[in-house]
């Protein structure tokens, strides 16, 4: 419930006021009491008739108007020991023509209280009187002049209290002011809240609050009782406020019929007493990292200590035109943003607010410098090498804390952490070092991993020699030093023969190994001699063809047939296109047997072959013309053949035979030996 202003009717207590002259009186409204202080004579020097026949003192001038009819009556209470005189003047007198009082007290000694009251009947009241005189008979309309003078001129003032059935013209009352007046200030008590430092304020903006909607009246404001009374030097516009004083603002109505009448005279008083509020933010910066400078950093706005009152609140905005606008960030504790400003509105309890301004800046991050490490690799695993990575001097930054980790998003996550940076076993790559403040700001420094591949020598090849030879391994040129395998620690080493080598070559501060192999060359082998009538033919496999053929490891031909064979032994001689030492099998060319007569007469019975028997896998096979096995010579006959089958003889014809076995020769060479043979029956 708002707390209406009480009617307050020229009732400022003690007020300090240039004194009126009768031309000046000041309206005395409705029938509130009076206090006042005069405090010396008007500018006119009034001819006051009477008991007052004396000049004026310390003197103020009132003018009344009755509303209605009925005896009114007052009474003047001193403030402490002051002589108050009085008279009453009227009715509807001007003041150039006053006339005599009709009713008047002039009383002695002070202090003592005087006036108009219903019991005493005297007009007037001389000195040494009760200080009283009888009341009046006033009827509506009526206009009436009293003057208050403190003979004895000191500071003591008055207060006047007005009775009897009589009402005073007022304009304050429901037919003129039907609704209440409004006390200014947030309680309505006449406190008003300043929000400005220093302090300044518009003394309109509380009017239509305190008019409350009522027609015909306005508000003056004052800086002194006396200002307030006769309306002089008014507050107009913002000004300056002192926050130790006390404001006075009058309630004035202008008659639209009567703009001169009693009721435009009329005030009704309030005071205004401004309350100091305003709050101060102060600018502060926030600092947060913008990790790996990525540019932007996440602010928690509300550690920016714009105000140390924890009654203020405060909104955060991206901008004064968002402020304006009242577009306030959503989420101030987790705020991104590139280093600039935000703002702060801060709103005390009492409604003042103030803007401070939050500057947005970055930690300084680390220095980074990306790096190179190169490393040889390992012998056992070619495309590694163990790095020490805390050589790479990715920053100068002192106090950086350096982690390092294999990928960037394991830098930023902290996941996969490489514990042992001394000793990094890996490939060619990359790793990532999170260089971190002291403020636990990071950045991210490349190290670029490079493995110093193995340097063979492109000169050093396997090779293929014969076994009986040697040859040189050369490393070539192009290298710091050279370890072979043999102790040897020449470019070259020379009269090496079939065998695992290895050299060991140092370029760039790193040594490759190098192995390489001397093997032999594949040499050829006889898989098949065929013997035939006075020649036989060799049939050769692996090497390296064209082959070259002898029987005597001095005559060489290119055909692997050789003729006009001789019985018995034989050597064979084989080489290929690599001329390395020949093979050599040596072969049993067998006596050839064309002719048998299986007639028992002990000559040319049987064919003979058991001296072949020393040879490996012998067999002896005879075929008719059609192909059909006849006999199948063995140990058991001795690889002989009588030209039976079965023990039958066979009729006079030509058949055929085959023998074949192995040489005892280390390759163990098959030979086979086909030939014909006429079988003769004489009966």
């Not at 020991?81 to 005599?100: E, F, H, I, Q």
């Not at 502060?284 to 996440?298: K, P, Q, R």
């Not at 090779?463 to 072979?484: F, M, R, S, V």
């Not at 501060?509 to 013997?531: A, H, Y």
């Amino acid at each position: 419930m708002k707390k209406i202003l009480f009617t307050l009717l020229l009732s400022l207590s003690q007020f300090a006021w240039a004194q009126s002259d009768c031309g000046t009186a000041l309206p005395a409204c409705g029938n509130s009491q009076i206090s006042y202080t005069p405090t010396g004579p008007g500018s006119v020097l009034e001819n006051l008739g009477g008991c007052l026949s004396s000049n004026e003192h310390f003197s103020v001038w009132y003018t009344f108007t009755a509303a209605t009819a009925g005896t009114l009556t007052f009474e003047i209470v001193p403030n402490g020991n002051a002589d108050y005189d009085w008279a009453v003047y009227g009715p509807n007198k001007n003041c150039n023509n006053l006339g005599a009082p009709i009713r008047c007290s002039y009383d002695a000694p002070p202090p003592q209280n005087t006036g108009l009251s219903l019991t005493a009947t005297n007009l007037t009241d001389p000195a040494g009187g009760t200080g009283y005189c009888r009341y009046l008979d006033v009827l509506p309309g009526e206009t009436y002049y009293l003057i208050v003078d403190n003979f004895t001129a000191n500071n003591n003032g008055f207060v006047l209290t007005w009775g009897g059935t009589a009402t005073l013209s007022n304009p304050f009352n429901q037919q003129l002011q039907p609704n209440p007046f409004i006390a200014p200030g947030q309680n309505q008590n006449g406190e008003v809240i300043i929000c400005t430092d220093p302090a300044t304020f518009d003394f309109s903006t509380l009017t239509a609050g305190i008019v409350n909607g009522n027609p015909n009246f306005n508000v003056s404001y004052h800086l002194t009782n006396n200002d307030a009374l006769s309306g002089n030097n008014p507050i107009i516009g913002t000004v300056n406020v002192n926050t130790t004083a006390t404001y006075i603002y009058a309630i004035y109505y202008t008659d639209p019929n009567n703009p001169n009448s009693i009721l435009s005279k009329c005030k009704q008083f309030g005071t205004v007493k401004f309350i100091q509020k305003a709050i101060q933010t102060q600018d502060v910066i926030l600092t947060e990292c913008s990790n790996n400078d990525s540019g932007v950093a996440v602010y928690n706005l509300t550690n920016a200590n714009v105000i140390a009152d924890p009654t203020v609140t405060k909104k955060y905005f991206a901008s004064m035109a968002d402020l304006t606008a009242g577009n306030e960030i959503a989420n101030p504790f987790v705020y991104t943003s590139a280093e600039g400003t935000a703002y702060v509105l801060a709103t005390s309890p009492f409604g003042c607010t103030s803007i401070a301004k939050i500057t947005l800046k970055f930690h300084p991050l680390a220095v980074k410098t990306d790096q190179e490490l190169k490393q040889c690799h390992l012998e056992a695993q070619p495309t590694n090498g163990i790095f020490n990575l805390a050589q790479a001097n990715v920053t100068g930054t002192p106090g950086i804390i350096k982690k390092y980790y294999p990928s960037p998003t394991d830098a930023v996550n902290g996941t996969n952490e490489i514990l042992n940076p001394t000793v990094y076993n890996a490939p060619s790559g990359f790793v990532f070092v999170k260089l971190t403040t002291a403020q636990g700001c990071y950045n991210i420094a490349k190290i670029t991993l490079k493995v110093e591949a193995p340097a063979p020598s492109p000169l050093l090849k396997d090779q293929e020699i014969c076994t009986e030879k040697t040859t040189t391994l050369d490393a070539g040129p192009g290298y710091l030093a050279y370890e072979w395998s043999t102790g040897a620690t020449t470019p070259s080493i020379t009269n090496v023969g079939v065998g695992d080598y290895w050299v060991r070559l140092t370029k760039d501060g790193c040594e490759t190994l190098q192995k390489v192999k001397i093997t032999p060359v594949k040499t050829p082998t006889i898989t098949n001699i065929e013997i035939g009538n006075g020649t036989f033919t060799v049939t050769v496999y692996g090497g390296k063809a064209p082959y070259k053929y002898s029987i005597d490891n001095i005559v060489w031909q290119d055909s692997n047939t050789f003729t006009g064979v001789p019985r018995g032994m034989v050597k064979v001689y084989v080489k290929d296109e690599n001329n390395c030492e020949p093979l050599i099998t040596e072969i049993t060319v067998p006596n050839l047997v064309n002719l048998i007569t299986p007639n028992d007469d002990g000559v040319n019975d049987v064919i003979d072959y058991s001296a072949l028997a020393m040879k490996g896998d012998l067999t002896f096979t005879v075929y008719d013309r059609y192909g059909g096995i006849i006999h199948q010579a063995n140990q058991n006959n001795n690889y002989k053949w009588d030209g039976k089958l079965g023990g039958r003889k066979l009729s006079t014809g030509t058949y055929w035979y085959v023998m074949t076995w192995k040489e005892n020769d280390t390759n163990k060479t098959p030979v086979k030996f086909s030939g014909w043979i006429l079988v003769k029956n004489r009966d």
